[in-house]
């Protein structure tokens, strides 16, 4: 049995390895692209940010400092979108971004982190329309753009609109308590992370069984378990 766990154990560390070497090689991939369409594009200095256009984006979206928009976005719907991104800039949500999709490929096996990334990404959406419509924009122009852009790059999404995201960043919309509460759940993720880790790197216990000998003599049986610890000292508790 012991041969068995051991042999686990041996098989499992490389697996681990291989899973987050390859999630951590597609995160690097995903940097370079965005790297790239820097540079193809034409860049745009704007009130301390860039505006990359390009006619190969599909969907805009903001990076560190940078606001990618496609070359065909005009009038008040661009005026809408760079508003929206320039949000997400002075919120800083790049950095929740960046701290989660490393966690997330680091930790792989860990469900929790999964979802804490969900939630700070549908978070992060709130605050971001909350933050344009603070302004004075109108609602339901608003919702209007975000709703042309969602159906113009996922034509799939029309069969289940009544269950996407979309329809849940609208209900945000129009519910100052709720962002407010979302906002709190924004500040609090990390907290909470750092206590899930320090439980986790603070619990001492026992790691596997070495081996169990049983001897019998007479009507006296003799269980010796020798183990060893999270300090590789070996201990022994005879029965």
Known sequence: RDIGVTGVQ?????????????????????FFKIQAAKRKGNVILQDGYEMVMSPDIAAPFSFHKSIFIATN??????????????WHIKHHHYLDVLVMEILVRIFWFN???????KELRNV??????????DE???????????????????PYLANG?????TKK???????????????????????FLVGVFSLLSLSVGKSQVKYVTTTTNGNLTVTKTVEKDSEDSATSTIT
Request: with cysteine.
């Open 10 to 30: 041996t098989c499992a560390l490389p697996i681990y390895i291989l899973i987050a070497f390859v999630l951590l090689v597609s995160l690097f991939i995903q």
């Open 73 to 86: 976005l005009t009038g008040s719907k661009l005026e809408m979108i760079l508003k929206h991104e320039q």
């Open 111 to 117: 469900p929790v982190l999964w979802w804490v990334r």
């Open 124 to 133: 992060s959406e709130f605050q971001a329309d909350r933050s344009v419509l």
């Open 136 to 154: 004075g924009h109108d609602l339901y122009k608003y919702q209007t753009i975000i709703l042309e852009e969602v159906m113009a790059h996922n």
């Open 161 to 165: 609109f009544n269950n996407s995201f």
């Open 169 to 191: 960043r609208f209900i945000m919309m129009k519910n100052k308590y709720q962002i407010r509460m979302t906002t709190l759940r924004r500040v609090l993720i990390l907290p």
